[in-house]
């Protein structure tokens, strides 16, 4: 005899009556169910798998990434090296540009410098943001649209302070991407109906501290904060509100949209330039 549910032999005195033919007691208590038809894994919000075994892997990974950075440039590295990791630019009127300015093969610095930072507190503050914010965005939007929205806020804030210092740039950290983080809260705070006081409130006293103390000595570039702040609300926006029938779409495109806006911002900042 065969079990007319999953076809394996059943000897006649453990076989279960069915309405058709006869099961195994495996198939009853619904073991060989679930190995024949195994669950889907649960899907966030977003479209995104759950992350498996550590929700907050990617944001570990940064965090991991930007102290490795910090400790090549404050330990290991020479000025030099480390300068060719910052978002740097110079132009003169004599037509003399380099860094940002020199054309797209200095371009790498807008990723770049989201992982170098001016001093430790510096970097313990930006840490500290991103593992309070990351972790939360990581398990609704899943691995790959966290990191995506990460590095697009990153550098549509870079890109932003490039077309509005542009010939004499100099700014690290990953506070743009942070800020990023930060709108993307908000718009999922919104999404599921969670009081928004608290956002509001770290949003007000984050712009607060980038007004009141940016400067050459502590290097806070209140134009990446900005920048990444905007990009972060409208990459959230378009991950969490795209519609269900063509969520994939609509979520590369807005992906793709802030990075081709970060683009537009660096051919004017480049047009603007002396010389």
């Known amino acids: 005899m065969s079990c ?7 000897c006649p005195e453990c ?14 208590h619904g073991e060989a169910a679930r190995q024949q038809y195994p669950p889907q ?25 930007n102290v490795l950075v910090f400790l090549y440039t404050e330990y290991f590295a020479d000025g030099l090296q480390a300068g060719r ?14 860094g940002l300015a020199a054309g797209p093969d200095e371009w790498y610095r807008l990723v770049s410098a989201m992982f170098v930072h001016a001093g430790l507190l510096h970097l313990v503050m930006n840490m500290f943001s991103l593992w309070v914010l990351g972790p939360q965005l990581e398990r609704v939007l899943g691995r790959l649209r966290y990191l995506g929205l990460y590095l697009v806020s990153g550098i ?7 077309l509005l210092v542009g010939a004499d740039l100099r700014s690290v950290g990953a506070s743009g991407a942070i800020y990023g983080l930060m709108g993307a809260t908000a718009v999922l705070f919104k ?31 209140w134009r990446a904060h900005v920048g990444g702040l905007v990009a972060g609300l409208v990459t ?4 969490m509100y795209a519609p269900r029938a063509h969520r994939n779409l609509v979520q590369g495109l807005t992906v793709a949209g802030v990075l081709a806006l970060s683009l537009v911002l660096m051919l004017l900042g480049t047009a603007r330039l002396p010389g």
């Open 4 to 10: 007319t549910r999953c076809g394996r032999p059943v």
């Open 15 to 28: 076989m279960v009556p069915a309405a058709v033919g006869f099961q195994c007691p495996e198939c009853v």
């Open 41 to 65: 894994p649960p899907r966030t919000t977003a479209r995104g798998l759950l992350a498996l075994g550590d929700g907050a892997l990617v944001t570990k990974v940064l965090i991991g990434l």
């Open 85 to 98: 990791l910052e978002l740097w630019s110079r132009a003169d009127s004599s037509g003399a540009r380099e």
């Open 156 to 162: 549509a804030g870079n890109a932003l302070a490039y």
């Open 191 to 221: 999404v599921t109906g969670t009081p928004m006081q608290p956002v509001i409130a770290l949003l007000v006293v984050n712009l607060v501290f980038t007004f009141s103390l940016h400067g050459d000595v502590i290097n806070i570039d």
């Open 236 to 239: 959230g926006a378009g991950l």
